[in-house]
């Protein structure tokens, strides 16, 4: 920091941070007792418990290596009835990670409540064993748990790199810079406006190296291009403070500006296994694939039949997918599905802030304020991993009749990109335009909003009392999930954290002074305070 001159002061800062952060399953050595069942197994849910989970979290072993280096830059300068601020920084990002996610596998199993829906699932619920029928059995063991009839299964192969070796030295090298310049201007001494325009770049935040390849244009409209919306962004921001009658009992204040929050980088390198070299990052697999998949009907093929046809299983898929050296094949082209795509639009996301109120001086140590706010926040997606949708429509199938009896329905698969043959399937030749399961993609259309009436008193209400009451009329709305992907108005709702009231209390009370004769006592007793 330097004072150029009597109005001028600038500032020139240097960081540089270092992130090392490795994240890993529980092992059988560190968890030995009876509730650890499936330490270090698949992942296994069961589909009518919702909160059942044993085994290895598909989302580790993770590892991230982050570097961070950075240069701010600001100049103050006061001029007049101008208060001139303006700068900018630089950022560059040295971003590394390995995260071999469905390792070992996420297999979903049929719950025993599902088995007991139809008379048709009866003798597979009848073969189950005891402790999964009679909860008076005692809790069931893992090789129990894996008689439940098999309903689906995820993997992930290829390397677990992120970003993967192709391209990786510029891809994983992003810049941010930020110009702004900002002036307060006094109008008059009640009246004083601020104003100011920044302007953001931001490098590799989209993958605009990747060539998306033609098998995906039935999806996109026929269009191929990458995203490239949103790397320049605007940011203006306008405000007002106006001391009404040239006294300072009654002020009203507003304000507005955009604002673009940070991102997170990682998130887009997750689709460089689809759309990179076929074998150069990480691509998930449905097991739809392999042909063990029964999503709408229990069968008699158990979790514990599928364990062992894993490793045959994997080695198949590591085998057809390569291992990232032929340009000409991209992931997506072999396993004919795709996982954390982005859409072409998708865009970066950003926020509007606004708030406009008034406050006023109750008395010398006493002020009452209420501001309305409103917090919008758009283009909300990929980055933030919400707004994800099966463009290839492989999991909503065409009902093609109903059994007036029973109600039971029939239906085929009939999704945008034609569906594989079983020798296409069991080929996985990239020339053939079919698919195996769903293609999802990130859109950026997801927003939240939040509208409040805020009300505080403040200040020193008596000698020894500060007191802070603070109240919110408020409502907080916006993206939840689909619940019909063909009206997206339905995705919307009250937020987790929605709260239609909230008050605040807090006070601060400064013990009464003891004046007495002894200076030890006086040391003692005196400045104590207690918060609330």
């Given amino acids: 920091t330097s004072v150029a001159a009597s109005s001028i002061v600038t500032d020139l800062r240097f960081s540089y941070s270092y992130l ?32 059942f989970r044993i085994g290895h979290h598909v989302t580790v072993p993770k590892t991230m290596r982050t570097r961070t280096a950075q240069i701010v830059g600001n100049v103050t300068w006061q001029r007049g009835a101008h208060r001139l601020r303006f700068g900018g920084e630089w950022e560059h990002l040295n971003l590394n990670s390995i995260h071999s996610f469905y390792d070992p596998p996420q297999i979903v ?33 893992l ?20 970003p993967g070796p192709y391209h990786h030295d510029a891809v994983s090298h992003p810049d941010l810079m930020r110009f702004y310049v900002e002036d ?57 403070a106006w001391n009404l009658h040239n006294s300072a ?7 507005a500006g955009i604002y673009h929050d940070d991102l997170d980088f990682f998130r887009p390198y997750l689709e460089r296994g689809p759309l990179g070299p076929a074998g150069n990052g990480r691509v998930t ?98 980055f933030h991993g919400v707004y994800q949708v099966d463009r290839n429509r492989f999991n909503r ?34 020339q053939d335009q079919c698919s195996t399961g769903p293609i999802n993609v990130y859109d950026s259309r997801a927003h939240y909003d939040y509208q409040g009436l805020h009300v505080k008193l403040a200040g020193r209400v008596s000698p020894n009392l500060n007191l802070t009451v603070g109240y919110a009329l408020a409502r907080n709305r916006g993206f939840v999930e689909f619940s019909d992907y063909n009206d997206s108005s339905t995705a919307y ?13 807090s006070a601060i009370y400064d013990f009464p002074q003891y004046n007495g004769r002894s200076r030890l006592a006086r040391g003692a007793f005196n400045g104590w305070s207690v918060s609330l």
Avoid at 203 to 219: A, G, H, V
Avoid at 249 to 255: E, K, W
């Fill in 109 to 141: 199993l049929w719950g025993p409540t599902d088995l007991q829906r139809s008379a048709a699932f009866r003798s597979l619920y009848d073969a189950l064993p005891l402790t999964l029928r009679d909860p008076e059995a005692g809790p069931p063991t």
């Fill in 397 to 430: 199938p065409r009902v093609i009749a109903t059994n007036p009896n029973t109600g039971e329905v029939s239906f085929v698969r009939d999704p945008i990109i034609p569906l594989c043959t079983q020798e296409q399937a069991a080929a996985l030749a990239p």
């Fill in 249 to 255: 009992s009654t002020v009203l204040r507003a304000g």
């Fill in 20 to 51: 090392n952060n490795v994240l890993d399953a529980v092992t059988a050595k560190e968890c030995l007792g009876p509730q650890c069942i499936g330490v270090s197994g698949p992942d296994i849910l069961v589909f009518d418990a919702a909160s």
């Fill in 285 to 382: 697999v449905d097991g739809a694939l392999t042909g063990f998949s029964f999503p709408s009907t229990p069968t008699d093929f158990s979790g514990q039949d599928l364990l062992p046809q894993l490793p045959v299983i994997r080695s198949m898929l590591e085998t057809r997918l390569g291992d990232g050296t032929n340009s000409s094949v991209t992931g997506i082209e072999v396993v004919k599905q795709g996982d954390r795509i982005f859409d072409p639009n998708h865009t970066t996301p950003s926020a509007l802030h606004m708030s406009a109120g008034i406050q006023k001086r109750l008395t010398p140590n006493v002020t009452l304020s209420a501001d309305y706010v409103l917090r919008r926040f758009m283009n909300f997606g990929g």
């Fill in 143 to 162: 090789s129990d748990i894996l008689q439940l009839p098999l309903r689906s299964f995820m993997i992930g192969i290829g390397n677990p790199m992120q």
């Fill in 493 to 505: 709702g009250i937020q987790p954290d929605d709260r239609r009231h909230r008050l605040t209390v």
């Fill in 184 to 240: 307060g201007f006094t109008v008059r001494p009640s009246l004083t406006l601020i104003y100011g325009l920044a302007v953001l770049s931001r490098t590799n935040i989209f993958n605009k190296d990747l060539e998306r390849p033609s098998y995906l244009s039935p999806l996109f409209g026929g269009d191929p291009r990458p995203p490239h919306h949103g790397t320049i962004s605007l940011e203006p921001r306008l405000g007002l």
